[in-house]
């Protein structure tokens, strides 16, 4: 085998090594199923939605957006245009305990009478306190309409829809809490990130696992350029 077809291989083994590594995940997310019985003022009412839940790095924290794929209650009157609010809490899990309070627009459209009330996607934001694996998993829904509450609880102990690899900002590892939370909008929520507040309202990993893979990917590829080296300084010996 020539040099130059030896130096070509032994490059590509060299960036290849570095794509698998840098391409590694850093958060897993599911569509969970999961099963709402709600108390509402005219009784109890229940449905089971599909719920997903996803994550943006954002700054310091993480964006987090939660989509229900059904309706999980009805109300028996019509619910005119900007009637409905509704708000949830995801719980935390893993690295990370503690709730985080997620908050939605008003309905955009007249909800009509005894048909599924559609909840808009809710967000907020998530600022990590300690390091490692934190799952997501969609709790308490409260819909307030025409000066009711309706609060529906997941029944059947839900598995987490959203799991991700954070950095703390201590960069500490082990258990926590995060109580409270902020909103996507301008409105509801505790307070932001902190020592006080605690962390809030998740599909991107971490940048800071980013950084870590992309060098762990350059050293690969210095591997790889080294053996190039070698290769074409023993071919030169060679033909000497």
Known sequence: MSNQKRTTLALAAALAGSIVVAGAPAAHAEVVDVNYQCVTPIGPKGAVSPIDIKGVKSGDGYKLTMSFQKGVSSSPVELGKGAMSPSAVIELGGAEQGKVQVTGPANSEAIP????IKISDLSGT???????KVTFTAGVLTIKALGTTTTCTPKNSPGPSLELD???AGGS????????GSTGGASTGGSTGGASGGGELPRTGPLDSAAA??????TVLLTGAAGVLWLTRRGQRSAG
Not at 173 to 180: C, L
């Open 126 to 132: 998530y600022t990590p306190k300690k390091s490692g």
């Open 213 to 218: 893979l992309g060098t762990l990917g350059g």
């Open 113 to 116: 009478a005894n048909t599924p």
């Open 173 to 180: 590892s082990g258990g926590g809490s995060a109580d409270g």
């Open 166 to 168: 954070v950095q703390g």
